[in-house]
Every structure is written in C-alpha cells, then in structure tokens.
T-cell receptor, first 111, second 114 residues
Framework: QKEVEQNSGPLSVPEGAIASLNCTYS??????FFWYRQYSGKSPELIMS????GDKEDGRFTAQLNKASQYVSLLIRDSQPSDSATYLC???????????FGKGTTLSVSS | ETGVTQTPRHLVMGMTNKKSLKCEQH?????MYWYKQSAKKPLELMFV???????ENNSVPSRFSPECPNSSHLFLHLHTLQPEDSALYLC?????????????FGNGTRLTVT
C-alpha cells in the first residue's frame, strides 16, 4: 500500500515565525508533489506544486523536495493567523491517474 | 460561474433512500474525480474519469455508482448506504489525467446517513 505520511500536529507557531511542515512518501517512483491548504469546513485549495529536487518559492511559501530521501516539505515564512488551517501533502499514485493524500498537518498561528 | 460546483452542499438520507450528488466543472478540464473525506482519515480516492471514461475504481462498494455523461459533469449515485458512509464527498477536476496535473476541488457535499 503506497502511503503519504504527515505529522497530524497541531503545529503551533507565533505570528511572524517560520512554520515547517513535513511529508514523507513510500513510492520511490512518484514524480509529482503538491501541497493543499484546507480551512475548517472548506475544500482543499492548491498552494504549491513541485516536480524536481530542490526548492521552489512562491511568495511566503517554499516547497522543498528530496526524492532520494522521499521527503517533501513546505515552509511558510512570516506566518499569519490566516495561515491557520490543515495542510495536505499529495503525491501522484503509481498508475499516474490521481493523487494520494496524507492525513494533513494542522497549523495554528497565534497573534 | 467558474471553478468546480457541487450540489447539494448538504444531504441527509436514510439507508433505504436513493440520491445523487452532482458535480460540474467550468475549467475546460478533461479529468474528473470523486474523493471521500472522513474524520481523522486521509482523502480516499473513489473514482477517476478521463475524457468520460472511467480509468480507476478504487475498490468502492457497488452502493456507490458514478456517471460521467460528458467532460464537464460527474454524478455519484447513492443507494442503500450505511451510516459509515457519512462523510464529505469531494469532486475534483484536472486539466489532464496524469502526473503533472493538480486537482481543483469543489466545495463538497456533506453527507449524513441515518
């Protein structure tokens, strides 16, 4: 069974700090990696996608991918209370037909 | 209207009822998906359609029956459900079915089976 693992949290950080969210995956053949944010009672929304080893930055968000270690992370700089949500890591499935999701990490940013 | 629209937003049904969930995407995408989200569990893939053809059925019980009449519409027909089927049902679409296409989700249907 191919899996995506995330620490469920909650991860608590003060406003303005860097939040670091981590994800590991079991299928070494995975090629596409995504981070989604889900507010309570809402549907997931795409934040970042990453396909190559290294860092990818978009505003306050940086995704990091290390395929050798089967590890992908999301850094949120200058965290804001509005960033408080559950962050879902998603990886393409073996057939390449859909995404497999982790359980998500709940982030709480206190003002 | 833009994005992915799901109706109804909330549904309460008895175990002997038959109901349908509807999803419509206005993004010009070619692939559509049904996911189930239960408390404390990761999103579970149920069905994948690519160009109106079902390409994946993730061992879903037959009491869930999908239908994709065209690339913009997706239905999930429900009958003889169990209380453990209560969950948030999410429809999603992507530009193509495949590795590099992110999913765009609808707002979901919150289903309660009594």
């Amino acid at each position: 069974q191919k899996e995506v693992e995330q620490n469920s949290g909650p991860l608590s950080v003060p406003e303005g700090a860097i939040a670091s969210l981590n994800c590991t995956y079991s299928d070494r053949g995975s090629q596409s990696f995504f981070w989604y944010r889900q507010y309570s009672g809402k549907s997931p929304e795409l934040i970042m996608s990453i396909y190559s080893n290294g860092d990818k930055e978009d505003g306050r968000f940086t995704a990091q991918l290390n395929k050798a270690s089967q590890y992908v992370s999301l850094l949120i700089r200058d965290s804001q209370p509005s960033d408080s949500a559950t962050y879902l890591c998603a990886v393409n499935n073996q057939a390449g037909t859909a995404l497999i999701f982790g359980k998500g990490t709940t982030l709480s940013v206190s003002s | 209207e833009t994005g992915v629209t799901q109706t109804p937003r909330h549904l309460v049904m008895g175990m002997t009822n038959k109901k349908s969930l509807k999803c419509e995407q206005h993004l010009g995408h070619n692939a559509m998906y049904w996911y189930k989200q239960s408390a404390k569990k990761p999103l579970e893939l149920m069905f994948v359609y690519s160009l109106e053809e079902r390409v994946e059925n993730n061992s879903v019980p037959s009491r869930f029956s999908p239908e994709c009449p065209n690339s913009s519409h997706l239905f999930l027909h429900l009958h003889t459900l169990q209380p453990e089927d209560s969950a948030l049902y999410l429809c999603a679409s992507s530009q193509v079915e495949g590795y590099n296409s992110p999913l765009h989700f609808g707002n979901g249907t919150r289903l309660t089976v009594t």
